[in-house]
């Protein structure tokens, strides 16, 4: 059964370095997202990508975040300058079409220390 | 703004009774639902979705689900709960199909 992939599972990294976060949706899929989970809190939307661009973005997506599918298959989600606050659980999830559900990858869990 | 309630942070049930896991939203315009749960260390792993038509639906591992209209709920429902079940149940509401807002979550804990 297809699914989603993540990698790396865990990063830590220190306070103002870069990190690049990278997903490998469902080969079919069209609607790309990014979410995240700080410990203990609920699972916060934070992208989404359509037909290589941001269709929608929340408030905790700042000038800090970007996203790019620079080939047909990856898409990933950078940090210029990780902060303290950023340490949480993201995860990427794709959708087929409208009326379908999303799914999700397993996570990687960014420590920022 | 979309939301979801979670009411209950936690659901104890023994195995071989029903469970029930409760979920209210607000959206504005038409509702797709959802249900996910997560295993520990694990992603979110889909269970079932209301778009359109029966307000009865069914998902994976037995699971089914209740959307009610009037009282904006879509409450989760198994007939007869496994200890496997044991995880953490997450309802989400979108608007259109696309992004998911998520409930704060349900522990449900099934004993033997």
């Known amino acids: 059964e297809p699914e989603v992939t993540q990698t790396p599972s865990h990063q830590v990294t220190q306070m103002g370095q870069e990190v690049i976060l990278r997903c490998v949706p469902i080969?079919?899929?069209?609607?790309f997202y990014w979410y995240r989970q700080i410990l203990g809190q609920k699972v916060e939307f934070l992208v989404s990508?359509?037909?290589?661009?941001?269709?929608?973005k929340s408030e905790i997506f700042d000038d800090q975040f970007s996203v790019e599918r620079p080939d047909g298959s990856n898409f990933t989600l950078k940090i210029r300058s990780t902060k303290l606050e950023d340490s949480a659980m993201y995860f990427c999830?794709?959708?087929?079409?409208?009326?379908?559900?999303?799914?999700f990858g397993p996570g990687t869990r960014l420590t920022v220390l | 703004a979309q939301s979801v309630a979670q009411p209950e942070d936690q659901v104890n049930v023994a195995e071989g009774n029903p469970l029930t896991v409760k979920c209210t939203y607000s959206?504005?315009?038409?509702?797709?639902l959802f249900w996910y749960v997560q295993y520990p260390n694990r992603g979110l792993q889909f269970l079932l979705k209301?778009?359109?038509?029966?307000?009865l639906v069914k998902g994976s591992y037995g699971f089914e689900a209740e959307f009610n209209k009037s009282q904006t709920s879509f409450h989760l429902k198994k007939p007869s709960a496994l200890v496997s079940d044991s995880a953490l149940y997450f309802c989400?509401?979108?608007?259109?199909?696309?992004?998911?807002?998520f409930g704060a979550g349900t522990i449900l804990r099934v004993k033997s």
């Open positions: 990508f359509y037909n290589n661009e941001i269709s929608e």
């Open positions: 959206v504005s315009g038409n509702p797709y």
């Open positions: 999830a794709s959708r087929a079409g409208n009326y379908n559900e999303q799914f």
């Open positions: 209301y778009i359109t038509g029966d307000n």
């Open positions: 080969s079919n899929h069209l609607y």
């Open positions: 989400a509401v979108s608007e259109y199909g696309n992004k998911l807002v």
